[in-house]
Structure formats: structure tokens, C-alpha cells
């Protein structure tokens, strides 16, 4: 499989506990994205990568987030001291071309209790 | 900032009826993207469109880009009931990320 690969599929925590989750892009996209994605909503911006700089961040992504792309291919992306505003899917998407089309993996669900 | 208004926000169909849905801008893209979410999974891509006017299909589905470049359309033919899903468009101008609309609900009957 060729695609994006996102794990874990799913995450159930408590309440101020760690979480990481991982992206794997298609191997010749140089930029990856993060999206988070909460019921009934389209998905929203996180930040993204061009190769292992990361260009951009929302400001939906709060200080307890942290996303890493250390050597340009797969990325990290850590919430610490979860709350349960955090449930939600997050979502990883890669592209080859500047403006173009992203290429979603099937998503991390995150429950927090 | 920018937001994309979707419509309908759901809608029932009968099976082989035709689907038209859209989306609206409050700024200019420079691109359409056209994506469907089944539950629990990610967003797949179904259409992009580049130019304002451009009219594109893929198979049964057909997207356009609005010639205002605000807009941007999705029509599905002779629907069947693997359609089902969420249908999200999305768009982006310059190098901004991808703006996502809240997605139009799809259900069709048998």
C-alpha cells in the first residue's frame, strides 16, 4: 500500500495523559499536513511540513501540541496533558505539487475521558 | 478568515436520481478540490479543478469552477447506494493550506 498510514487508528486516554501519533506520507510528497477533524465539521488546519521545515501553524493548535518532521518523511504529532476537547480525528494528508490536491490518510480517532 | 459555505447540508435521494450540490466562498481560490468521507475513514479525493470555468468529471461525477472563482458545484449522476457519504469541497488561493466546507450528508434509498 502506496498511501498515507496513519497510527494508531484509535486512542482512548484519560484525561491530562500524553498522546503521540504517527504519519506516514507517500513517499515522494514533500509536504504533509496535519488536520483535525471533530463530528459533524469539515477538517480543520493544523500545521504542515515542506520536507522537515515546518512552514505553518493554526492557532488551533495550542501550546500542548507539538508536530515534528524530523528527517523530511514521516511525522509526529504529540498533544500533551490530553483534555476532552481534543476528541477528535486527526487527520494526515501529503501533496507533491505547491497548490494541489492532498491525499488524506484514513485518520487517528482521539478519545479523551 | 476565509469560510466555505456548503449546501444542502444533507439530503435523501432515491436510488438513479441525479445529486447537484455546492459550495460558496467569501474570498477568491485558486483552486477546487471535491473530497468524500465515509464513516470512520478519511477524506478521498474525487475532483480537482484549477481554472475558473473548468468543468471536469470522473466518471459519474462532474465538478466546475466557478467563473467568479467563489464557487464551485458537484453534480452526480444516476446515483447508487455506494454514493452514500459526506461530500466536502475545499479550497485554497496562493500557498494557503486547504479550507474545508462542513460537507453535505448524502443518503440514498433503495
Known amino acids: 500500500d502506496t498511501g498515507v498510514s496513519q497510527n494508531p487508528r484509535h486512542k482512548i486516554t484519560k484525561r491530562g495523559q500524553n498522546v503521540t501519533f504517527r504519519c506516514d506520507p507517500i513517499s515522494e510528497h514533500n509536504r504533509l499536513y496535519w488536520y483535525r477533524q471533530t463530528l459533524g465539521q469539515g477538517p480543520e488546519f493544523l500545521t504542515y511540513f515542506q520536507n522537515e521545515a515546518q512552514l505553518e501553524k493554526s492557532r488551533l493548535l495550542s501550546d500542548r501540541f507539538s508536530a515534528e518532521r524530523p528527517k523530511g518523511s514521516f511525522s509526529t504529532l504529540e498533544i500533551q496533558r490530553t483534555e476532552q476537547g481534543d476528541s477528535a480525528m486527526y487527520l494526515c494528508a501529503s501533496s507533491l505539487l505547491v497548490a494541489g490536491e492532498l491525499f488524506f490518510g484514513e485518520g487517528s480517532r482521539l478519545t479523551v475521558l | 478568515g476565509q469560510q466555505l459555505n456548503q449546501s444542502p447540508q444533507s439530503m435523501f435521494i432515491q436510488e438513479g436520481e441525479d445529486v447537484s450540490m455546492n459550495c460558496t466562498s467569501s474570498?477568491?481560490?485558486?483552486?477546487w478540490l471535491w473530497y468524500k468521507q465515509d464513516p470512520g475513514e478519511g477524506p478521498v479525493l474525487l475532483i480537482a479543478l484549477y481554472k475558473a470555468g473548468e468543468l471536469t468529471s470522473n466518471g459519474r461525477l462532474t465538478a466546475q469552477f466557478g467563473i467568479t472563482r467563489k464557487d464551485s458545484f458537484l453534480n452526480i449522476s444516476a446515483s447508487i447506494p455506494s454514493d452514500v457519504g459526506i461530500y466536502f469541497c475545499a479550497g485554497q488561493s496562493g500557498n494557503t493550506p486547504l479550507v474545508f466546507g462542513k460537507g453535505t450528508r448524502l443518503s440514498v434509498i433503495a
Open positions: 474570498s477568491i481560490f485558486n483552486t
